[in-house]
């Protein structure tokens, strides 16, 4: 009986230690942790969530067709999390609201492909979100598709983001 307590007891703290490390510790510094959010498409596009902190931690967290087997910690420069910043602002929705693009709001619009969500959030305030299914091919949109092909390169995680991996 005492073996089996202590085992529960063991599993407990492990999962605890597990979901302690699945998120960002809140930011020291001042700014919007940035959650980008790359959903899944009707073939073998990567699936993840990163987290980005403005005082430099970030946090990629796959789920199908990436390189990385489970949570991994990186470290974003001050620059890198700038020119983040720089880059999905244009894109923005009015602060503490979300915004929806998706086959209902687009008039071109192609099936499969998938869907990205970016979060801005900051402690105490309400979270800004954005919500676009990348089918939605209307001229308008370009640049946004732009921005978000961009956020792998812009964190320089590309290589934990191998489309050609196997799915767990």
Sequence with gaps: ???????????????????????????????DV?????????????????????????LLTPERFTSVPGATRFTVTRAQYRKL???LAPHRPAAGTTQKIDQKSCQ???????S????WSRPGQAPTRLDYQSGCMDPQYGKLRVAISSVPKILDMQHMLNPKAVAP
């Design 116 to 119: 990205y969500t970016i979060e």
């Design 85 to 87: 910043l720089a880059t």
């Design 34 to 58: 940035i959650r980008f959010t790359a959903g899944r498409c009707f073939g073998a596009c990567p699936t993840y969530t990163v987290q980005v902190s403005p005082d430099g931690a970030g």
């Design 108 to 114: 071109r619009f192609a099936t499969d492909m998938p």
């Design 1 to 31: 009986m005492k073996i089996k307590i202590l085992g529960l007891a063991g599993l407990l703290a492990l999962a605890g230690c597990m979901a302690e490390q699945e998120g960002l510790e809140p930011p020291k510094a001042p700014g």
